[in-house]
């Protein structure tokens, strides 16, 4: 996965001790002994097959996780991609069931394709009304995000009045099939998903590490006033990341809708949580100015890993939470040990 | 170190010293083992440079930070302070050089910050506005208690931040910069306090990178430099060039302005502009100022704090919105443009606050360096890590930044090379105009004559600079001309040749509220 090396080319370069190694490869390594303990425990976790089924449940998560790196990076946070992952998934979902133009007296089916670009479009401009709010009306993106959270949610239910739009495989003679392709079906045995969110990783790891848009995001999370006279446009900026969140979010939400053929507007609760952890978890400061894509996909390979890993062995869904619940509270605390040392270092 | 200094019968009590004190962190020794006495009602002044040690050796005494090495000697007896409220319940309290106020609670409220007067029936308010009313009189300064501190402007945040220190009614007094954003009428006021403690047995300790000011007040002067001391004298002994002479260890000159060419055309024409209080205030802040700079000037804007200079670089940098007026760059009319494309065509500002509005922590000095460019090394989609690090090596060495490389960490440099990164950054965007607000703030001497240089060159190439600053002395050695604004407007011009007298009468600094 490309990545930057922000974080690593400002390390002194004499601190090559284990202790250091530990904290900096942090997610990598917990990756790994969740990956040895559960392998141990269940003769079940270490196969191929397993690794793809899990591997298709963080793909929802990394998703959502790599938009809300770019949101945390520019030191916001978007509480809004959960509802945002519902809306688009009932919004997918009314399509393909036709949309009824009364007024003509017809009943359109657009393409799967048509669909899939409306709903990301749906999504981005959702995004942009967060990132608007946020960089034009100075709202604090905590209660912006908030705020349409409810927004977005409510209109899913209220499009839906409740209900689930179910059997979203379309009919051949309306030219709509398809729909299942993203969730359930596999490219060389791997899952669709999975290679949607590989896809996107790199591309949001290009970005971050080559692109001038990637240097002026890390620049505007680290002090938003120097980069701000610097040239940097924060503002563009801003909602440009909050419509990538966005927009990602409606990704996730036709992944999702496609893996159970079904789309509810109760989807996706508190999955802006898991999100968010995934995010502290691979090293991103909350404060922003520091994180990379990497770090975010370990971070959520952790929590899917570990709560997948839960489940084979047998342990109640009760536990799940009280580990990941653990395991950011960890993350949080590694973080401020690293950054913290690094400050008092400057 | 050799040079404990000898005792003198009209000295007075040493009431607090330090024996061979160092500190180190990590690899890096801030003190080198220090020698040096407080006497008892007299003050004590330590100079040196940035990062000779100044700042560390307060916060040891203070109990801030403990020493690795060496000895802390209180009335004759070895002391370890546990922190600075150890310190302070022994008598010593210090008035930092950051404001630590919090900024929503009233000027009561952060005076007793802590050690709230309790009553019977909870804090006894009354009492501590009566107490905090009774400080403002003494510093003869009409501030209501009752106040929030944010209201206030810089100067009278730093009185408050003194009158907490006065507060306590500690034996030692350390004042780490005490004077950096007072009038000179607040100045004076101050030095009267000072004199008033010294006559009630009060030893003060003083640091401030203004020389000559404190050259009024002290008794013994002690100078730093790299965590050494290098001299110790009682005031009778010294004068300026003495002070200069052991603090960079040779004469230094900032020297004069650039000379032996001719200006170009106008590249810099402001008319009329006009910048309404940013914070909603009902006055003009920048007040129909006009301004011509030609290339290869090197214009000085001289005033007070809050005579509107920073507001007018701001509006001409594109940051604030000017209410009216013009901003012509090379005859082009600019009010409209973005930050951005206004350094585009040529215009940049090196901002007053390095902290900030210069730098960005989380980033390299390199990515610091060259992130007023990010499009000169841009190729379709993606950065070009070659021409970046060319660009990056370029720099380090035009503005001579001391560090490892462009990949360490801003935060492993001293003041003063983060400011030249600041001014490198700027400078790598190939400016036809440079606004520097306060270039020299918290740098040192030698940092500032590296400045000095580096921007005569670059305005005999034919770079127009507008140089922004508080110091009488640094217009006298860099500019051709000398704008004095006081207010937000122009009160009078000068050329090189003019009298420092002259200059400070026209900034208003002997009426200064």
Known sequence: MSDTTISRAATPKASFSLGRLLLEGRAFFALIAIIAVFSFLSPNYLTVGNFLIMASHVAIYGILAIGMLLVILNGGIDLSVGSILALSGVMAGAMMQGIELQALGIILYPPVWAVVVLTCVLGALVGAVNGVLIAWFKVPAFVATLGVMYVARGVALLLTNGLTYNNLSGSADLGNTGFDWLGFNRLGGVPISVLVLAGIAVLAGLMLSRSAFGRWLYASGGNERAADLSGVPVRRVKITVYTLSGMLSAVAGLVLSSQLTSAGPTAGTTYELTAIAAVVIGGAALTGGRGTVRGTMLGAFVIGFLSDGLVIIGVSSYWQTVFTGAVIVLAVLMNSIQYGSRARKG | ?513
């Open chain 2, 1 to 513: 170190m050799t040079d404990i200094p000898n005792a003198k019968p009209d000295l007075g009590e040493v009431v607090l010293a330090a024996r061979n004190v160092a500190k180190s962190y990590g690899q890096i020794h801030a003190l080198k083992g220090v020698n040096f006495d407080i006497h008892r009602g007299q003050v004590t002044t330590l100079f040196g440079e940035n990062g000779a040690g100044k700042s560390t050796l307060m916060k040891i005494l203070s109990g801030v930070i403990q020493p690795t090495a060496g000895q802390i000697i209180l009335d004759g007896a070895a002391v370890a302070f546990d922190n600075s409220t150890d310190a302070r319940n022994r008598g010593i309290s210090i008035i930092h050089q950051e404001l630590s106020l919090a900024p929503n609670l009233s000027v009561r409220d952060n005076i007793f910050m802590g050690r709230e007067i309790m009553g019977p029936g909870g804090v006894d308010f009354a009492e501590e506005e009566r107490q905090t009313r009774k400080l403002m009189e003494g510093l003869e300064e009409d501030i209501d208690p009752l106040t929030p501190v944010e209201e206030l402007r810089l100067g009278q945040q730093q009185i408050v931040e003194i009158a907490r220190a006065l507060s306590v009614d500690s034996r030692i007094l350390i004042m780490d910069e005490p004077t950096s954003a007072l009038s000179a009428t607040e100045v004076e006021v101050l030095f009267k306090v000072i004199r008033d403690l010294k006559s009630k047995g009060v030893s003060i300790v003083y640091i401030s990178h203004h020389l000559e000011e404190a050259l009024q007040i002290t008794d013994h002067a002690v100078v730093l430099r790299d965590g050494t001391m290098t001299a110790y004298a009682p005031r009778a002994e010294i004068d300026l060039e003495w002070i200069v002479r052991n603090m960079v260890g040779e004469n230094y000159d900032l020297g004069s302005p650039p000379g032996g060419y001719g200006f170009g055309n106008v590249a810099l024409s402001l008319r009329d502009v006009t910048v309404p209080d940013p914070k909603g205030a009902d006055f003009n802040v920048v007040d129909r100022f006009s301004l011509d700079v030609r290339a290869g000037e090197v214009v000085c804007i001289y005033g007070l704090m809050g005579a509107g200079r920073t507001e007018l670089l701001e509006t001409v940098a594109g940051r604030l919105r000017a209410s009216t007026g013009e901003v012509v760059l090379e005859g082009l009319e600019i009010s409209h443009l973005t930050i951005a494309e206004r350094i585009a065509r040529g215009l940049a500002l090196v901002p007053e606050d390095r902290q900030r509005d210069g730098l960005v922590q989380t980033m390299s000095v390199g990515q610091n360096l060259s992130l007023a460019s990010i499009a000169a090394f841009t190729k379709g989609l993606f950065t070009q890590k070659k021409a970046e690090q060319a660009l990056i090596e370029d720099s380090i060495r035009k503005v001579t930044v001391k560090t490892s490389g462009g990949g360490a960490a801003i935060g492993s440099l001293s003041g003063g090379n983060q400011q030249k990164v600041v001014i490198g950054k700027m400078l790598a965007t190939n400016p036809r105009v440079i606004m520097l607000d306060e270039p020299s703030r918290g740098i040192d001497i030698g940092a500032k004559a590296e400045v000095f240089k580096l921007l005569a060159e670059r305005a005999k190439q034919g770079l127009a600079v507008i140089y922004s600053t508080s110091e009488v002395g640094e217009c006298l050695s860099i500019a051709h001309r000398i704008i004095v604004m006081h207010k937000g407007r122009i009160s009078a011009e000068f050329d090189s040749t003019v009298s420092k007298e002259k200059i400070m009468a026209a900034s208003g600094e002997s009426v200064a509220a």
